[in-house]
DNA sequence: CGGAGTTTTGAGACTGGTCAAAGCATGTGG
DNA sequence: CCACATGCTTTGACCAGTCTCAAAACTCCG
């Protein structure tokens, strides 16, 4: 069952609710837990989603996720200042997430892809501070705060997995700012090219070509750059033969040569005072890849896994297809 | 009882352990669980601490707080790459948390101030992310991440604080993104400024006069500029009237040419739809501080609730000093 | 085919970085 | 109490990287 690939991305099936809300009667939940359940069996991101039951613990009373919901391009999923009433799941589709400061001024603070989690940020706080805009057609699984802080009172190891999601967020945060603080605009525009390549990666999506759903202009934002110089670096980076790029397209044809560009720029200290081992975790967000330096992309252990599970599933991992952006 | 306060600050009291490690048997145990209790009453940051027990929630069995730590200036509370083990409250002094990336290239990520918590943020992964370093002769109560994650399963008020205090933490990196991405090295140093300001005056020191218990380095490292830079900036502030600088010692002269400096450069997009009214939200640690523009610091009202308590307590609120740092 | 939005590329301006040297404050030891 | 070392800050001169403005090319879509 495919998920927004292609052609079948407007047409395809959906188990939980059209209309996007909750339903409320009791023959309408049964209904809905039932689909849920069957879905979520089959959901390529069961694994380790907040929206599923763990392993290691009784049942949880509340089914989690409540709705699905698809979110067209462009549209807000939720927006800054609203109350904070649920989180969600991306299943398909992309994510950007924006901030703004009281002169307009717009600062992108993260792009989501499929399994990434938006909204966690503010389930502390009462109200969004970010506006989460789709930037293609996507679709996301939404866990209301109430269920989610209601079970994790219960269950120690999803307490455990609120708490790691927003830890995760804050040390990605840091690693932005260190890029922000301490890099050029190359090496900015690469570790972003990178980071992006093993997010794909760790989807079991192809790492070394792929799609830009975002525009320069978002890139650069996000990056704290003109749209402008990341044109400029790109173009760069493809007359060096380091990766090729037709607009959105990218393919990355040296990623050692990458990687040598941004030296150590890799975020996490853990690993910093034994210097020799290199680490992959992701630059930009912390997706707990841990990797040997002598592959390249040895995130690979944690990929195979999640790609045989999802062939196991008969999921296909969903790619993002510039067509339907 | 004043704390770290000129002289007396190497012979204050200690009424918990000197040596900075639980007390385990159970006569010892007691005692300090007494001593605790004693000394947290009079803590002028019990209102909203951690690490205590909350007005509508049942006494919590573990006491959170487990001991106080002295941390002399230079020391490390905590090192990257180590078991988190405790958060830590500020009760005096100041701390600066600094990550590093893989070739060596530190970033700093906050400073810290007295009512600050400090590695909230590897509450979630086992390890911390973060250096945490005394900027001065510095005290602080730590609650182990065991208890601390036991008691917010039994109490809902508790869960809230530990989600709240991450999601500010999320909001307040956020707000450094922007500043780092879209803003100029004078308005970097400018809100960096009223920042501070606005800190000082939430925990009722003074505000528009103030020691820097920072080198410019770390003050440049943390905004994403050289130590000239931001040399250069407090000169030409000081120049233009807006402050005066001497060396490490800051005082605001016009507190709202500072302000228009800075235009808009409020981080928090939760009334940027409401164009008219201006928050002073703290632009770089969200400090929970709002304000009708009429009155410059109207973050007023917030402090004076805190300081009317601290002197109820009998409690003097700790000052930076430069001799003692 | 035409139009809107996005991307590329160029030329020139300017902010902030680099390097260097002098000034200052603090602390130590004679 | 002074001399000296150390570390921090200030200031200047110069330069590089990035931004700004502008125009043309390209892509996607109706």
């Known amino acids: 069952m495919p998920f927004l690939n292609g052609t079948s991305a407007c047409s395809s099936d959906f188990p939980l609710l059209r209309t996007g809300r909750r339903v ?3 023959n309408g939940e049964t209904a809905l837990r039932a689909a849920q359940r069957r879905t979520c069996e089959l959901c390529k991101f069961r694994e380790g989603c907040l929206g599923h039951p ?17 979110v067209n391009k462009g549209e807000v999923l939720y927006r800054s200042g609203a109350k904070c009433e649920a989180v969600y799941k991306v ?4 994510f950007k997430t924006m901030m703004f400061s009281e002169d307009g001024v717009g600062q992108i603070t993260g792009f989501q892809m499929p399994g990434d989690l938006l909204g966690i940020d503010c389930i502390g706080c009462g109200k969004s501070r970010c506006d989460a805009i789709a930037l293609s057609q996507s679709e996301v699984c939404a866990i209301p705060c109430g269920n989610l802080l209601r079970s994790s009172r219960d269950s120690e190891a999803l307490q455990a997995h609120v708490l790691s999601s927003l830890c995760d967020q804050i040390g990605s945060n840091h690693g932005v700012m260190l890029l922000l603080g301490n890099r050029s605009a190359e090496e900015r525009v690469v570790a972003f090219v990178i980071n ?10 192809p790492w070394s070509e792929f799609q830009l759903w975002m525009t320069r202009a ?8 003109k749209l402008e110089t990341v044109s400029r670096i790109f173009s760069k980076l493809d007359e060096q033969g380091l990766i090729a790029v037709r607009g959105r397209h990218i393919q990355i044809r040296q990623f050692d040569a990458l990687r040598k560009l941004i030296g150590g720029a890799d975020y996490h200290a853990d690993e910093r005072r034994s210097r020799g081992r290199a680490s992959l975790r992701s630059p930009l967000v912390d997706s707990k890849i841990e990797s040997p330096d002598h ?3 040895a995130a690979l252990r944690l990929a195979k896994r999640i790609i045989e599970h999802a062939a196991a ?9 510039q067509a339907s952006v």
Chains 1, 2 share one sequence.
């Open 54 to 70: 763990l392993p290691d613990e009784r049942q949880i009373a509340t089914p989690l996720i409540t709705y699905r919901r698809r």
């Open 295 to 297: 592959e390249p992309y």
């Open 24 to 26: 409320s009667n009791e």
């Open 91 to 94: 299943r398909a589709g992309f």
């Open 313 to 321: 599933m008969g999921d296909d991992i969903s790619t993002p297809s």
């Open 196 to 205: 992006l390549s093993e997010r794909f990666l760790a989807l079991g999506s």
């Open 218 to 225: 978002e890139i650069g934002n996000f990056l704290g750059l």
